[in-house]
């Protein structure tokens, strides 16, 4: 269906920028939409930013105005760009896709994780 393939996570400072790409291969015309999750250890793994085909965008409260997600539909990649990092930044990154494909009698949904991509952010 959907392969999900992450890169750029790395160690940064506080206060540093870091960017998440994801880049998405096979059937990729069927994706509605692609977001970005993270987990750190012992907690779940929460919703960071979401971004659909119209372009809407969502964002988790603490991210705000820190990470930008953005889109690439001809390359078929997703970044996520993450300013002003902070410590409690630190988590496993993976990119998620959620799509659909098939005639309207028989429409198969389908969801795709990519590997995760580790962020650490010192103090």
């Known amino acids: 269906q959907v392969h999900l393939a992450e890169s750029g996570g790395g160690l940064v400072q506080a206060g540093g920028s870091l960017r998440l790409s994801c880049a998405a291969s096979?059937?990729?015309?069927?994706?509605?939409?692609m977001d970005w999750y993270r987990q750190a250890p012992g907690n779940q793994r929460e919703l960071v930013a979401s971004?659909?085909?119209?372009?809407?965008?969502n964002y988790a409260d603490s991210v705000k105005g820190r990470f930008t997600i953005s889109r690439d539909n001809a390359e078929n990649t997703v970044w996520l760009q993450m300013n002003s990092l902070k410590p409690e930044d630190t988590a496993v990154y993976f990119c998620?896709?959620?799509?659909?494909?098939?005639?309207?009698?028989?429409?198969?949904?389908?969801?795709?994780w990519g590997q995760g991509t580790q962020v650490t952010v010192s103090s």
């Open positions: 998620h896709a959620a799509g659909s494909y098939g005639p309207v009698e028989r429409v198969y949904e389908y969801e795709a």
């Open positions: 096979g059937r990729t015309r069927s994706i509605n939409s």
């Open positions: 971004l659909t085909n119209s372009g809407s965008t």
